[in-house]
């Protein structure tokens, strides 16, 4: 899932930051698979994840309800959340091994904590992906601080003008950490923000 790799940050704000993606292989076996994913999506709810969504309704945040997104999941579903601890995950990854659903699992963080993850739960990873960075005119890019927010959003929909906004409504005292969090969330449709994350970030930058 690369579009979740290139979450900038320290690793003391990026340890408690996870992505999880499952899908079934267009194809191969996303016969049945809806069903099969509404049961993971059951187990994700009853964890607490602090985002959760698919392209077909969009996000927690957007305004979609999780009945609707178990409603509309499409025929080759997927489903993306994020957590803020690693334990929440091993239980989840635990218990779509321990179903036998045969769905492909993605979860991206820092690298030995997934590892450690995949250890704990007896799986050896297919597949690991590592950005290397940014490269080009990178002086182009916004300031670090508003790149630790936008990077959450893989597909490049939050606005780095909006970050900024937000970021000096809440200096201001015009706006909380929450709301302003949940208002860079919306534009995410696919449910990898991880606003819990951006909270602790404008704690951090305003104080």
């Not at 994913?37 to 945040?61: A, C, D, H, Q």
């Not at 297919?126 to 597909?155: A, D, R």
């Not at 994350?197 to 930058?205: F, G, M, S």
């Amino acid at each position: 899932m690369t579009h979740s790799l290139h979450r900038r940050g320290t690793r003391e704000n990026l340890k408690d930051d996870f992505v999880v993606l499952i899908t079934p292989a267009v194809g191969i076996n996303h016969n049945d698979s809806k069903d099969k994913l509404i049961k993971i999506l059951n187990k994700i709810l009853e964890l607490g994840p602090n985002n959760i969504g698919s392209y077909e309704t969009g996000t927690v945040y957007s305004g979609a309800t999780i009945q609707q997104i178990k409603e509309q999941l499409s025929e080759t579903p997927r489903v993306r959340c994020c957590f803020d601890n690693p334990d929440k995950v091993e239980e989840l990854v635990a218990f779509i091994k321990e179903s036998g659903c045969g769905l492909s699992v993605t979860v991206s963080g820092l690298i030995d904590d997934v590892k450690a993850i995949a250890a704990k739960t007896d799986i050896s990873p297919h597949s690991i992906n590592l950005s290397l960075g940014t490269f080009g005119k990178t002086e182009e890019l916004p300031e670090y601080v508003v790149l630790e927010f936008v990077t959450m959003c893989g597909h490049g929909m939050i606005s780095s003008k909006l970050v900024e906004k937000l970021i000096d409504d809440v200096v201001k005292g015009r706006m909380s950490f929450e709301k302003a969090a949940m208002l860079m969330a919306q534009p995410c449709v696919c449910g990898i923000f991880n606003a819990k994350r951006a909270e602790e970030l404008l704690d951090k930058y305003v104080r």
